[in-house]
């Protein structure tokens, strides 16, 4: 009875950790066109080339949080843009246009 209980815990724990990076994966998709409505007015995904995910999520929140000066008085982003920006800005896809 306790090898079940042990293997059914183990099975479980297996696959929460197997879906779980497709569950809180950031959407590329969502990011697009947020990032179409919000910021290709005056940014491209070939602007970001270079920049790591963490490092672009990084300058987004100062941008939002008014750390780093931006040309628009005020942009609103929430935690969840600001990681599907950077899914899709730094998607393969996008980094070899300028």
């Not at 750390?67 to 990681?83: G, Y």
């Amino acid at each position: 009875m306790t090898h079940c209980i042990h293997r059914f815990i183990a099975c479980c724990v297996l696959s929460i950790a197997l879906c779980a990076p497709t569950v809180w994966a950031a959407d590329a998709a969502a990011g697009k066109a947020v990032a179409q409505a919000k910021c290709a007015a005056c940014h491209q995904p070939a602007d970001w080339r270079g920049e790591t995910d963490a490092s672009l999520q990084s300058l987004l929140r100062d941008v939002v949080s008014g750390k780093v000066k931006h040309h628009k008085a005020k942009v609103e982003l929430s935690d969840d843009d600001i990681a599907n920006i950077a899914a899709y800005w730094l998607a393969p896809k996008n980094s070899k246009s300028k």
